[in-house]
């Protein structure tokens, strides 16, 4: 009679049914997704994970017999995977090469076009090349690679499968467009940047009205300062910013907002209005009172 408890029972994979290695698969493997083959090596790998999780808990509770029979357990499982192995490859290379062959198929941008529209994402342009303001999406099936942009801003996945790449083009598309956009709270979050930031950079102690002041440092006191201070992304920034630059009047009280063109490009802030045009934008400029505007100095740079 043994009196050193119930052991452990070993995982033995089902191989009913199954080819065994070397067998010809060609007329079993109709299922794109599965293959046989590969549910070979799915089960040996369970079973070999299992029996090595048995042989690590019986060396911890000093199980001389049960680690033996984990061992021999893990060596069938070993073998079996070491046979099985060629055959899987040989089948993955196959699928990955068939999924090439789909994606550079005029079927594969019929069904990304039938994704995008079914996540509700407005498109304009073919694939692989969208827009939907203020981002623009390109699908690069030789690199095997979406890229989502916005201004300078990229964001990229490998994940080419068409519902899939939907919902996380979605996902970041609603992250930016579906924030309510509230334009006298944003002005009164510049305004209080700015009244930190032009002292600092004329070297006064008093805000001097009416100077530039570049819109890269009113963002960096901006995530300092933004109310309840919530994640302020700069891609969400920059939307923002067009929006602002929509509004036939820009002021809040007695201060009046200007944005200002940049002379260099390279050093612009690239910002997209909700019709997708582009302004290379670098400054912003305050006015208080009855003061007249300075366009010339709100260009400049600072």
């Not at 827009?131 to 990229?154: A, D, H, Y």
Request: proline content about 4%.
């Amino acid at each position: 009679m043994h009196v050193d408890g119930i052991e452990e029972k070993l995982e033995s994979p089902e191989l009913d049914g199954l080819p065994e290695a070397g067998t010809d698969t060609a007329e079993t493997a109709k299922e794109p997704a599965v293959q046989p083959v590969v549910a070979v090596v799915d089960s040996l790998n369970k079973a070999l994970l299992k029996n090595w999780s048995a042989e690590r808990k019986a060396c911890r509770e000093w199980n001389v017999r049960q680690r033996e029979r984990s061992l021999a357990a893990c060596d069938q499982s070993v073998t079996g995977l070491i046979e099985r192995w060629t055959p899987c490859r040989e089948q993955i290379t196959n699928d990955i090469a068939g999924v090439r062959q789909y994606l550079e198929s005029g079927e594969y941008g019929r069904l990304v076009d039938e994704a995008l529209q079914k996540a509700g994402i407005p498109l304009q342009g073919s694939f692989p090349q969208y827009e939907f303001p203020p981002f623009k999406l390109n699908i690069s099936v030789e690199q095997g690679e979406s890229r989502l942009t916005m201004g300078r801003k990229q964001e990229k996945t490998g994940g080419l499968e068409p519902e899939a790449l939907g919902a996380w083009v979605f996902k970041k598309y609603q992250a930016v467009v579906g924030r309510k956009f509230d334009s006298s709270r944003l002005m009164s979050d510049l305004l209080e940047a700015y009244k930190i930031a032009n002292p600092m950079i004329y070297r006064q102690e008093k805000v001097l009205w009416g100077r530039a002041v570049g819109l890269e440092i009113i963002y960096t006191l901006l995530t300092l300062r933004r109310s309840a201070r919530q994640e302020y992304p700069k891609p969400l920034y920059l939307f923002e910013l067009g929006k602002l630059k929509e509004l036939v009047t820009l002021q809040v009280g007695d201060y009046r907002f200007e944005l200002g063109f940049a002379r260099d490009q390279f050093k612009a802030l690239i910002i997209v209005d909700s019709h997708g045009r582009e302004s290379h934008l670098s400054s912003l400029t305050i006015y208080r009172g009855h003061q007249e505007s300075a366009t010339e100095e709100a260009a400049g740079e600072c």
